[in-house]
């Protein structure tokens, strides 16, 4: 996409981004459902996937790898793992409803670490937008909402270690000046490893249900299209956070949530209640509040270095 101006790339990899999440949800939703196939089988499948494809991309000329030490990437690749396995647990301690505003709590972390530990500062503007995006998600979720003890650790860990994955993906693209396709073509295969030790004590490996179970080749084809699908949502990721910021990845990440239920009551007829109706408004309103705050910031940033003598 270097032929487009930065504006129209940026736009590029959020549809991108944008088709191949929505396409994922629902084609992952089927493999469980349907087949029954492993969650974190799959995420290994999709990691396993992004690599092979990178490889195949850098043999084309696509990029060039930079080398680069396993200690510098071990960190990025240990919090994918953990971002994994705690939102699994999470997942399943908790209802969705719960889940998904715990979920929600992501980007205030993604604000507080980066101002502690990186020293950014964010307007008082920017942090309100949260407010309406915080209570689009609560009205979502808020019929669905139990809190046990054990589901509360489960979900406060998988927030804190997807905030500090997401700021990481940015944080290391720059620290070790690689883009984002030299940054993944390392932590895959290592985030891939490191699954496979940790899959025996959570799912079957072998027999029914595992992922080397008899799965029929119409059920294999699926899971294909999925890994390659995955590969354009993980590269996109790198590449949206490499370029703007964790917080508007996440900011994007609940745009897509509200299309995502948009698209289940059109073309599932999941029902969609009045309450849920006024959260993804509430929401929309949240992200567009905080575009144009972020175009504003841009716009006189452009204007002061023009008038900079």
Same mark, same amino acid.
């Given at each position: ?155 406060? &860990? *998988?927030? =804190?270690? @997807? ?13 070790? /000046?690689?883009? !984002? ?96 109706? &006024? *959260?993804? =408004?509430? @929401? ?13 910031? /841009?716009?006189? !940033? ?8």
């Amino acid at each position: 996409m270097g032929w487009l101006p930065a504006q129209g790339r940026l736009a590029a990899g959020l549809l991108v981004n944008l088709a191949a999440s929505i396409c994922i949800v629902f084609l992952n939703k089927w493999l469980y459902v349907r087949l029954g196939f492993p969650n974190l089988s799959l995420t290994l499948v999709h990691f396993a996937i992004t690599w092979l494809g990178l490889y195949l991309c850098q043999a084309l000329g696509a990029f060039s790898p930079k080398s680069l030490q396993p200690a510098q990437v071990l960190p990025l690749a240990l919090s994918f793992c953990g971002f994994v396995v705690f939102t699994n647990l999470s997942l399943q301690s908790n209802t969705i409803g719960t889940y998904q505003l715990a979920k929600a709590m992501t980007t205030p972390v993604i604000v507080v670490i980066q101002s502690v530990a990186y020293g950014k500062t964010f307007p008082l503007r920017i942090k309100l937008t949260l407010v309406p995006i915080t209570l689009g998600v609560f009205l979502n979720s808020y019929y669905d909402v139990k809190f046990s003890v054990l589901g509360m650790a489960f979900a406060t &860990l *998988g927030v =804190l270690v @997807t905030s500090v994955y997401q700021v990481w993906v940015g944080a290391k693209q720059h620290e070790l /000046q690689v883009n !984002s396709m030299q940054l993944l073509y390392y932590q895959a295969p290592m985030s891939s490893a490191m699954l496979l030790f940790i899959i025996p004590f959570f799912e079957p490996v072998f027999g029914e249900g595992g992922i080397f179970g008899p799965w029929t080749l119409s059920a294999l084809i699926m899971v294909l299209l999925s890994g390659i699908i995955a590969f354009m949502v993980n590269l996109s990721i790198y590449w949206i956070i490499g370029n703007t910021s964790p917080v508007t990845y996440n900011m994007f990440g609940h745009f897509k949530f509200c299309i995502t239920l948009l698209g289940g009551c059109l073309l599932f007829k999941d029902p969609l209640s009045v309450n849920q109706g &006024l *959260g993804i =408004l509430c @929401t929309l309103f949240g992200i567009l509040a905080y575009t144009h705050f972020k175009l504003s910031e /841009q716009e006189s !940033s452009k204007s002061k270095l023009v008038q900079r003598p």
